[in-house]
C-alpha cells in the first residue's frame, strides 16, 4: 500500500471546474514549482513562506499557462470530466496521471503553508476524470481492463494508489459528488435516507462505495450531472 495520500479537502467546494479556475489553478502551481526551484538554487530574494504567485488575467499570463505541460496534460481530461467530450490526451494516460500526481504532490506542502490549496482544482479534475471513466467503461482502475478509447488502460494506472478517494473500481462518496455537480459530499451521504430512491453504500474495507450501475441509476435523476456524449 502506498505511503503517498493525496487527497481532496473534503470542505472544498465540489462544484464544476470552470476553464477560469483550471486556468488560474494552473497557474499558481507552476509559479509555484518555480518558487521552489528558484529558492532551492539560492536564486534572487525567492522564499517558500510567500506561497503562490497571485493569478492575474492577461494575454501573457494565459499564453503562459498555455504553453506548460501542465496545461497539455490538463486541458483533455477537463475537457472529459466536465464536458463529457471523449477526448484523450496525446501521451499514455500513466504518464499523464503519473506526471500530474508528482507535479502535484510537490506543490502541496506549499499549498498548504499558504492556506491557498491551490491545486484543488487540479485534483477535482484528475478525480472527475476518473470517476467518469469508471462510470462509462466499468473498468478496474487498478488491475485495467479492454477499452478501445484508451488501450493504455490494458494494465490499470500505476498512480491510482496515490489518491485514496478513488477506488479501484466503485465509486466513492466524493467522485460521486464531484460527478453529480453538488457542492459537498453531504447530498450524497443524505441521498441513502431518501425514501423513494434511497442510493445503496457498500462497504469495501473501511471505505464506503457507491457501485457503477447504482450510480448511473442516481446520477441520471440529478440536474448537475452531465452525461458523456459517445456520438
Not at 5 to 18: A, G, H, M, T, Y
Not at 52 to 71: G, H, M, N, Q
Request: with cysteine; proline share 4%.
Amino acid at each position: 500500500m502506498s505511503k503517498l495520500n493525496i487527497e481532496i479537502d473534503p470542505k472544498q467546494d465540489l462544484q464544476p471546474v470552470s476553464i477560469e479556475a483550471l486556468t488560474a489553478s494552473i497557474y499558481s502551481a507552476l509559479t509555484a514549482l518555480q518558487i521552489l526551484t528558484d529558492s532551492s538554487q539560492n536564486k534572487g530574494d525567492c522564499d517558500v513562506s510567500c506561497g503562490a504567485i497571485e493569478w492575474f488575467e492577461t494575454p501573457e499570463t494565459i499564453e503562459f499557462v498555455r504553453k506548460s505541460a501542465l496545461w497539455l496534460s490538463l486541458e483533455p481530461l477537463w475537457l472529459y470530466a466536465e464536458k463529457g467530450e471523449l477526448v484523450r490526451p496525446k501521451d499514455h494516460l500513466n504518464d499523464v496521471i503519473g506526471d500530474l500526481l508528482k507535479w502535484v504532490c510537490a506543490i502541496e506542502a506549499i499549498s498548504e503553508y499558504s492556506g491557498e490549496n491551490v491545486h484543488t482544482p487540479i485534483l477535482k479534475v484528475i478525480t472527475k476524470f476518473l470517476a467518469r471513466l469508471k462510470l462509462d467503461y466499468q473498468i478496474d482502475l487498478s488491475s485495467g481492463g479492454d477499452v478501445k478509447r484508451y488501450p493504455d488502460l490494458s494494465d490499470g494506472l500505476v498512480g491510482i494508489s496515490w489518491l485514496p478517494q478513488v477506488s479501484d473500481k466503485n465509486l466513492t462518496i466524493i467522485e460521486l459528488a464531484l460527478l453529480a455537480g453538488v457542492s459537498n459530499i453531504r447530498s450524497v451521504r443524505n441521498a441513502q435516507y431518501d425514501k423513494d430512491n434511497p442510493l445503496v453504500f457498500i462497504k469495501t474495507g473501511k471505505n464506503v462505495e457507491i457501485e457503477i450501475d447504482v450510480a448511473k441509476h442516481w446520477l441520471a435523476k440529478r440536474r448537475g450531472f452531465v452525461a458523456t456524449n459517445h456520438e
